[in-house]
């Protein structure tokens, strides 16, 4: 007898305590949702650009210790760089509509460092091997200038951040300024 009056008690209770629950849930919901309405209002961290425009580029340019920015026009600014191996210029380009900002070491080598064919070969086949192994930046060859580039992009559409930029600015300079010296070696036919 006591097992038919059990099922009868759990099942009168079990919509109270949905309706119960039910409240519960909903009033967290509500904090939370007061909560995200907070959050969306704060202002981003001063280390962080949500839209992103050249002033605000050339303020994560000086923070990076890079005082000496030449504007060169309205939406690319020159970084001289001396380095170890090398004197070069990073130049740092907006495109807006494509939401890219492009980075290049401008100034760097020239194919008519290359002293023969054979060098020449040589000094392309290295070129593509570094862009092989590298995930960061890609050295590029101007067909008609000879000018030998190496550059970087970073996606614009979330915004970004100063830790994202610092980090593809240093390691273009460092690897532009380190592989220098093997690029020139592979142009003069010593080898890799």
Request: hydrophobic fraction near 45%.
């Amino acid at each position: 007898m006591l097992l038919w009056l059990l099922p009868l008690l759990t099942a009168c209770s079990t919509p109270k305590v949905l309706r119960v629950e039910n409240q519960m849930l909903q009033r967290e919901n509500v904090e939370l949702r007061d909560k995200l309405a907070t959050c969306s209002t704060q202002a981003a961290p001063s280390d962080y650009l949500t839209t992103v425009d050249m002033e605000g580029v050339a303020r994560f340019i000086a923070r990076a210790g890079y005082p000496d920015v030449e504007p060169v026009s309205e939406r690319i600014l020159s970084i001289p760089v001396a380095g170890n191996n090398t004197s070069f210029r990073i130049n740092v380009q907006l495109f807006e509509r494509e939401q890219v900002l492009f980075m290049v070491a401008a100034g760097y080598l020239q194919l008519e460092a290359a002293t023969s064919s054979k060098s020449m070969v040589l000094l392309l086949t290295q070129l593509a091997a570094m862009n092989y192994e590298m995930l960061i930046g890609k050295f590029q060859l101007n067909p008609t200038t000879g000018a030998i580039s190496l550059s970087a992009e970073i996606n614009l559409d979330d915004g970004m951040g100063y830790q994202t930029f610092q980090s593809v600015l240093g390691h273009l300079i460092k690897t532009a300024d380190t592989q220098h010296p093997t690029l020139l070696s592979a142009a003069s036919g010593l080898g890799m």
